[in-house]
C-alpha cells in the first residue's frame, strides 16, 4: 500500500439517510450527524501527523493521536442498532471501518507506528466506496477553505472532493486529471484510479449513460491509456449502449423494480460464477450496486432484502480493490444472520467460506487464522 495521502477525505461527511442537512453549512443536526462530524475532525487532525511518521513517534502525542483513532473507530454506534431498519452498505461498511481503525488503534498503541499511515490510507478507499454508492448532494459546504489549506495534489483533491460528495466538482477535477499525459508508469496508475473513479461517478452516483458513454468514448482517442484498461473501456462501451436504450429511471422506480433490475445485471455479468474482479463488467456491478443499494434505501424491509445482500456481496467482490478486501464477505455474512437456516443463508455460506478459503491460499497452501475458523465454524452453524 502507498503512504498516507489523504485522511480528510474520509466518510463521516455522512449524514443520516434522508434527513436534510441545515443550509447553514456543515452544522450537524442530529446525534449521527454530530458523532460524524467529530469523526471528520479528528481526520482533520490526524492528517498532518499521519503525513509525517516521524511525529507519530513522539511520545507527546501519543494520547492525542489514540483519542482520534478512538473517534474513528466509534463510527459503528452512529448507526441504528437493528440492521434491518437501514440501508445494509452502510451498516457492512461502517462496521469494516471500525473494525480496521480499532486495529490502527492496537498497533499505534503498541508501537507499530510505520503501517498506520498506509492503514488510513485504506480508511480512505473506503470512505469512496461508502459514498459513491448512489446520488446524494454535497454534506458538508464549509469544507473549501480546508481544501485550499491542505495544498492537495490533483488525483487527492479530486478523492477529497467525491468523499464529501461534492460530485460535480469532483468530476471537473478527475476529468482535468484524466486529460492530462500520462507520461510515466506512475502516470499510468494514478490515471487508471482517476479513470475508475471518474467511472463510478457517473454510473453509480450520478445514473448518467450519456456523459458516460462521452467520457469513455474519449478515451478510446487516447494514445496514453494504460494498456491494461482499453480491453476493459471496449466491454464498458458497449454495456454503456445498451443502458442508454433501456430508458430506466432508478430515482422514479420502486423499490422491487430496482431489485429486480439489479439482479438482472449481477447475472448477465456471471457475478455468481467469479470470485474475482472482472473489470469488463464494472458498468454493470456499479448499477446494479446502486440500484440495490437505492432500493433497500427506499424500502430497508423489502421481502427480497436477503437476496438483496447476496448480490451485494456478489458486486462488492466483483468491484474491490485490494484495499476493500472484507467488503463482500460482510454482505454475504449480514445474509446469512439474517436469515439463519434458509437456503438463501446457505447459498451465502458458499460464497463467503469459498472467498474466505480463496483469500488465504497461495504457494505454500491454505493458512486460515484461528479467529476466521471460529467465524466459518458459527455462520455454517447459522445457515445449517
Same mark, same amino acid.
Not at 105 to 115: A, I, K, M, P, S
Not at 201 to 219: H, M, N, S, Y
Not at 346 to 357: A, E, K, N, P, V
Given at each position: 500500500m502507498t503512504p498516507l495521502l489523504l485522511a480528510a477525505s474520509l466518510c463521516f461527511a455522512a449524514p443520516d439517510a434522508g434527513v436534510?442537512?441545515?443550509?447553514?453549512?456543515?452544522?450537524?443536526?442530529?446525534?449521527?450527524q454530530a458523532m460524524m462530524r467529530g469523526a471528520l475532525e479528528a481526520l482533520f487532525q490526524l492528517e498532518p501527523l499521519a503525513a509525517n511518521p516521524d511525529k507519530l513517534k513522539d511520545p507527546a502525542l501519543a494520547d492525542d493521536i489514540n483519542r482520534r483513532l478512538d473517534a474513528l473507530a466509534s463510527l459503528k454506534h452512529a448507526f441504528p442498532a437493528d440492521a434491518k431498519a437501514q440501508e445494509p452498505a452502510t451498516a457492512a461498511l461502517s462496521?469494516?471501518?471500525?473494525?480496521?481503525?480499532?486495529?490502527?488503534?492496537?498497533?499505534?498503541?503498541?508501537?507499530?507506528?510505520?503501517?498506520v499511515p498506509a492503514r488510513v490510507r485504506t480508511l480512505v478507499s473506503l470512505c469512496f466506496t461508502c459514498h459513491s454508492r448512489e446520488r446524494a448532494s454535497a454534506d458538508y459546504q464549509d469544507l473549501d477553505k480546508r481544501l485550499e489549506a491542505m495544498k492537495l495534489g490533483p488525483f487527492e483533491k479530486a478523492q477529497y472532493l467525491a468523499a464529501t460528495r461534492q460530485f460535480d466538482k469532483a468530476v471537473d477535477a478527475y476529468g482535468a486529471l484524466i486529460a492530462q499525459p500520462a507520461k510515466d508508469?506512475?502516470?499510468?496508475?494514478?490515471?487508471?484510479?482517476?479513470?475508475?473513479d471518474l467511472l463510478?461517478?457517473?454510473?453509480?452516483? !450520478?445514473?448518467?449513460?450519456?456523459?458516460?458513454?462521452? *467520457? #469513455?468514448? =474519449? &478515451?478510446?482517442k487516447r494514445d496514453d491509456l494504460? /494498456?491494461?484498461?482499453?480491453?476493459?473501456?471496449?466491454?464498458?462501451?458497449?454495456?454503456?449502449?445498451?443502458?442508454?436504450?433501456?430508458?430506466?429511471?432508478?430515482?422514479?422506480?420502486?423499490?422491487?423494480?430496482?431489485?429486480?433490475?439489479?439482479?438482472?445485471?449481477?447475472?448477465?455479468?456471471?457475478?455468481?460464477?467469479?470470485y474475482l474482479p472482472?473489470?469488463?463488467?464494472?458498468?454493470?456491478?456499479?448499477?446494479?450496486?446502486?440500484?440495490?443499494?437505492?432500493?433497500?434505501?427506499?424500502?430497508? !424491509?423489502?421481502?427480497?432484502?436477503?437476496?438483496?445482500? *447476496? #448480490?451485494? =456481496? &456478489?458486486?462488492?467482490?466483483?468491484?474491490?480493490? /485490494?484495499l476493500l478486501w472484507d467488503v463482500d464477505l460482510l454482505f454475504f455474512e449480514a445474509c446469512i444472520r439474517e436469515n439463519p437456516k434458509s437456503a438463501l443463508a446457505?447459498?451465502?455460506?458458499?460464497?463467503?467460506?469459498?472467498?474466505?478459503?480463496f483469500g488465504y491460499t497461495g504457494s505454500s497452501g491454505t493458512h486460515l487464522p484461528?479467529?476466521?475458523?471460529?467465524?466459518?465454524a458459527t455462520l455454517r452453524a447459522l445457515a445449517e
Open positions: 436534510p442537512v441545515r443550509a447553514d453549512a456543515g452544522v450537524a443536526t442530529t446525534p449521527t462496521g469494516l471501518f471500525s473494525q480496521y481503525a480499532n486495529e490502527t488503534r492496537r498497533r499505534f498503541t503498541f508501537g507499530d507506528r510505520e503501517t508508469e506512475k502516470a499510468l496508475l494514478v490515471q487508471a484510479r482517476a479513470i475508475k463510478t461517478i457517473l454510473v453509480r452516483v !450520478k445514473d448518467d449513460p450519456k456523459a458516460t458513454e462521452v *467520457f #469513455l468514448e =474519449g &478515451l478510446t494504460a /494498456p491494461f484498461l482499453r480491453r476493459p473501456v471496449t466491454a464498458w462501451r458497449k454495456d454503456v449502449t445498451a443502458w442508454r436504450k433501456e430508458s430506466f429511471d432508478a430515482q422514479r422506480a420502486s423499490a422491487k423494480d430496482l431489485f429486480n433490475r439489479g439482479k438482472v445485471l449481477v447475472l448477465k455479468a456471471s457475478g455468481p460464477r467469479s472482472d473489470e469488463t463488467y464494472e458498468v454493470a456491478y456499479l448499477r446494479a450496486s446502486a440500484y440495490l443499494n437505492l432500493a433497500l434505501g427506499k424500502d430497508p !424491509k423489502l421481502p427480497q432484502r436477503g437476496e438483496a445482500l *447476496f #448480490l451485494l =456481496g &456478489l458486486c462488492a467482490g466483483a468491484l474491490k480493490s /485490494p446457505r447459498q451465502c455460506f458458499t460464497q463467503l467460506s469459498d472467498r474466505l478459503y484461528d479467529d476466521e475458523l471460529e467465524r466459518l
